[in-house]
């Protein structure tokens, strides 16, 4: 039984516009669909998918080939992505390791 997911507008948008920059930087290069897909190690109909903005194509594989295509994936805001990494670690060290959902019912009726 296939399990058909819901997006948000925002999120869709996102792969539309991801997927239409990786068209753009292709053609610019002008490599073939075969070219690109050979050289992220994927078949030309996932390329295509991945160009039409498709949400099931994995997000690894649509990194790969906006690094291939020097596609810049974070705004140039922030002085690297090291950077930015190093301060997403250092917040997430003040997180809670794990979050547990509350089990019990807190009986208040007094």
């Given at each position: 039984m296939k399990i058909i997911r819901t997006y948000s507008r925002l999120a869709k948008e996102a792969a539309s516009l991801l997927g239409k920059e990786i068209q753009l930087a292709r053609k610019e290069r002008v490599w073939s669909e075969q070219t690109l897909a050979e050289r992220i190690g994927i078949s030309r109909t996932t390329l295509q998918k991945m160009e039409a903005g498709d949400m099931t194509v994995a997000?690894?594989?649509?990194?790969?080939?906006?690094?291939?295509?020097?596609?810049?994936?974070?705004?140039?805001?922030?002085?690297?992505?090291?950077?930015s990494i190093r301060s997403a670690s250092d917040k997430l060290t003040l997180m809670p390791k794990r979050i547990r959902n509350k089990t019990?019912?807190?009986?208040?009726d007094f």
């Open positions: 997000i690894g594989l649509v990194l790969e080939a906006a690094v291939i295509l020097g596609i810049p994936l974070f705004a140039s805001e922030t002085p690297s992505l090291t950077q019990k019912k807190v009986k208040d």
